[in-house]
């Protein structure tokens, strides 16, 4: 290219071939020159950093320039980012529950957010005011602008059709209260709701997809259907995004497809699935996908990994993968898009944005003179030709000059539009530069939560400024107007990550610490990659359920009475669960602190887990121990090497309940005794021998007490008479002082002095036949043994010919975080160990592991229980082994369970008046309310279930337990994270100041 600059010098520049794109059309014989164009390849390939917003980011669009990035996150704001500064522009609380998606407006002025508190709102970006708000009777999970025309929207409710929107201003101005406004609405009609739904580039067409895998093409004009087909898998679709002649299509077969528009349009209604342009898959790890997008010259798609942290890109024309970007591992990818003009893509995996782009290579290369290193002293002369293709001082010819004059003189130095920013369809003329919002002229500024009590105000600016050493002055952020992406460098310009927002990074430990007033008003739901099957969908179906009110009626004629007691003023109708969430029949999601009580371990419908009773059932679902069978025999074997040495022997039962009945007569029977020790406060089942080894009012019923049963001192630190801040085998403590000293607990010797007390009074002089025990007690309000107490006991026990029971229905399989057995903490062997809850991960299984001489005590009669060791529970069992072994839960509950802990403390230490004891280790937590500061007076029942009525409003399930009912019980599935232990505790502590008047 030869190009005429000052002078008579000529530059010659050359580049590398442009890729080829439909809408940059460069008329013949003009240089192809283009403004903000990379060259050769035109996707990202590095890590350009992450915008940690100040709460969960669930979804991202960039407005139509690309200068703006909206995100919508957990707590139901949206966040703005100058993407230039790489700094918040505008803060709009837009909704009360998590934002689902977000659509720009052509000139970038509006922006559409929708959200499953059932509301579509249009928001004013430049003031943050609201326009329009619609309320729905569903979730609305996708929205989007109509491309040309800012008064027409596309929503798509969960459950039914697409419904096309259009705002006719009668009189006044859009957005004042005076004006007359009538909303045009309009459903796209279909025989099954829809699932995705886009506008075709020019919004001529709609395009949807449903769960039965039908895509069909409407005009947006008057409705009509004008193209359909099937997938051929009759796959779910996804999401459908659009390009400038084609549209993919995600289905949940793990298939990308790509059709062209025009073709499917010519086609009309198509029998069966047209052939598409590309297939983009991952066959060898049979990837699902979350969402894809196009580039933004249509050349490359790119797509985020349902289950990983993988991005694809592959190139359109070809279908080749030509980069895989890894994010962070084990984070799961929510949502992906393309900058409008760049080679650039925002993903959000782990609450975070993080920004991926090209590398930058400089491609421009000139003829120069070769310089070479000059001996000092020496005068050369200059040739002037070194400089110059052509010697300005040669005479040309008259053919030559002729030549030259002919050459067509380009400018360079005027900044015309890059064609990347014009509208996508290359026969339509861009939007005009005045029309467009670039950038927000004016910041709201920020109010230091330190000085703040609730979340941040927002009033007039006044900058701020780091102090020079991490440090920070109290003030404001502002953000000068900028003029066509160019800033004044005497402009404060917003930080890339202001201290502020730092501070409620995902999982940050010392954001209660440091910013008590924000966190108590950002109560962030934790992202989740999971999609439950609506339920109204499986009842219309005849699949699965009936309404609330059935059930509710159902359960009142049919139900016993024993079992109509639930939890909540306004009982939960729960139909599926995944990992540590729950979903109600409304589609709201709740944090699972309670998993089942104490019983899924690894997570709501665990694939693993799930797998393994599926292949069992093909191939045998039941037998009784009449016969052999494989599974019984290796789950028994796989159980018994988790156990200490001597404790070989394994019975299998059905629960908790049936497994403590068979410890005490084994023991009996083993020691010819009757007196069989238990602690007041514990739980051990409900069945009559087990009721009678239970100790808690409320769970007994007036019948007659079994013989031979007697109930020792609980020994409660906290309650008790004994115990202090350092009794507890566990990061939190009571507050009070004690007199323990190094290897030596005062507590524990007073409390073994009651049970010898117990023994010498209430027994026999035959001796004992044994003792129970839980490691941590669970019903009763997770009472934890003082340090040493279980190595006292045991020693007592069995010099009395006792033997003794470790009942870990709810501390075994890792929960307790630092053993595998609750026993093990105390340095204990037991010689029966009872288990049953997260022993199955919800199905009914339960086992008591003994020595071999104890089990022989029972063969002197016939003992046969017809489900105990059934084919599926075992094969059950094992997969909760082999996910606890294989996915460090153990070690999760550790690190999780302390982080928990620790921030409980926290809001204990905030609340001393309504928070008497914050106890547990690891995932077996519990929290006591109390009803005076300083005291163990148990919070009024009613009080406390004001509190938990308002964690469950804020999408967190607790349990409760305790004598007085007044401990919040949290024991989640193992599979809970940080970011879910900080939504939990964010959640309490919201709960008990607004129920409980805290100030």
Known sequence: MNVELLGKHRVYLYRHPPP?????????????????????????????????????????????????????????????????????????????????????????????????????????????????????????????????????????????????????????????????????????????????????????????????????????????????????????????????????????????????????????????????????????????????????????????????????????????VVKILQGTKGEVLLDVV???????????????????????????????????ELDENVEYDEDEGDFDEMDEDKTMTVNEEKVEEAEEEIDVVTVEMSSAFADRDPDDSPLPEEDQLLFIPQAPEIEDPEDADGAPEWSSPSPIHPKAKGGRKKGRLKLIACDKMKMSSSAPRLLRNPPIFREKILGSATCAVQSKAYCSQAVSMPPCDFQ??????????????????????????????????LYYRRPLLIHQGHKQWLFDHEGKRYLDMFAGIVTVSVGHGHPKVQEAAEKQMRLLGHTTHIYMFPKVHEYAEKLASKMPEGLNTVMLMNSGSEANDMAVKMARLFTGRLDFLSHRNGYHGMSPSAMALTAISTWRHALPPAPGIHHVMNPDVFKGPWGGRACRDSPCQVKRECSC???????????????????????????????????????GGTVQLPRGYLPKVYELVRSRGGVCVSDEVQTGFGRTGSHFWGFEGQGVTPDIVTMAKGIGNGYPLAAVVTRPEIAASINNALYFNTYGGNPVACAVGEA????????????????????????????????????????????????????????????????????????????????????????????????????????????????????????
């Open 20 to 320: 080829r794109s439909p809408s940059l059309n460069v008329p013949p014989g003009r240089p192809d020159i283009r403004v903000l164009e990379t060259f050769g390849q035109t996707y990202p390939d590095e890590f350009d950093g992450s915008m940690d917003c100040i709460s969960v980011a669930l979804t991202c669009a960039f407005n139509p320039r690309g200068s703006l990035l909206a995100v919508g996150c957990n707590d139901g704001r949206v966040v703005i980012w100058d993407f230039v500064t790489r700094g918040i522009a505008r803060v709009i609380s837009a909704h009360v529950h998590p934002v689902a998606a977000l659509s720009w407006s052509r000139s970038g002025h509006k922006l559409l957010s929708t959200s499953t508190d059932n509301t579509v709102c249009i928001w004013k970006v430049l003031t943050g005011d609201c326009l329009h708000k619609l309320k729905f009777p569903w979730p609305c999970l996708q929205a989007s602008f109509h491309p040309r025309c800012e008064l027409s929207f596309l929503v798509l409710p969960m459950w039914q059709s697409a419904i096309l929107f259009k705002v006719n201003v009668i009189s006044g101005k859009e957005g004042d209260e005076n004006a007359h406004i009538k909303l045009d609405r309009r459903v796209l009609p279909s025989d099954e709701p829809h699932i995705a739904a886009s506008f075709s580039r020019k919004g001529t067409y709609a395009i949807t997809g449903d769960a039965k895998g039908h895509v069909a093409i409407y005009q947006t004009l008057d409705l009509k259907r004008v193209s359909s087909f099937r997938l051929l898998s009759g796959a779910e679709v996804r999401n459908i995004e659009v390009g400038r002649d084609c549209f993919a299509v995600n289905a949940s077969d793990r298939v990308i497809r790509v059709y062209s528009t025009d073709m499917i349009l010519s086609a009309g209604d198509i029998e069966g699935e047209p052939e598409p342009l590309q297939k983009l898959q991952d066959m060898v790890n049979k990837t699902m996908w979350k969402k894809c997008c196009f580039s933004y010259d249509d050349e490359y798609i790119c797509a985020a990994a349902a289950r990983s942290s993988s991005l694809y890109i592959w190139e359109r024309s070809i279908g080749n």
């Open 741 to 779: 000293t190094e290897g030596r607990c005062q507590a524990t010797d007073q409390y073994v002095e009651q049970v010898k007390d117990t023994i010498v009074h209430s027994t026999s002089n035959a001796g004992l036949a044994g003792y129970i025990s839980e490691p941590i007690q669970g019903v």
């Open 532 to 565: 439950p099957t609506p339920y109204t969908v499986l009842i219309n179906t005849c699949q699965y359920g009936r309404t609330y009110e059935e059930i509710v009626a159902l359960r009142k004629k049919h139900l016993h009475p024993i079992v109509k007691t």
């Open 338 to 372: 393309w900058h409008p003009s760049r080679p650039i893509v925002a993903a959000i995996a782990a609450g975070v944005v993080s920004i991926w782009k090209q590398h930058e290579v400089q491609s421009w290369t000139s003829f120069a003179p070769e310089f070479k």
């Open 880 to 999: 909760v082994l082999d996910v606890i072994e294989e996915e460090g839960l153990q070690e999760n509950c550790r690190v999780v369970g302390t982080h928990l802990l620790e921030g409980l403390k926290r809001v204990q230490d905030e609340f001393p008046q309504w928070i008497g004891d914050v106890r547990g280790k690891g995932l077996m937590v519990g929290v006591e309310l109390i009803g005076e500061e300083g005291t163990t007076i148990p919070l009024p029942a009613e009080k406390v279930l004001d509190v938990w009525e308002r964690t469950k409003e804020l999408g967190v399930l607790f349990g409760k337990g305790g004598l007085s009912g007044n401990v919040l019980r949290l024991k989640p599935p193992m599979c809970i994270n940080k970011a879910d232990a900080d939504f939990a505790v964010d959640s309490l502590r919201r709960a008990i100041k607004e129920t409980l008047n805290a100030t």
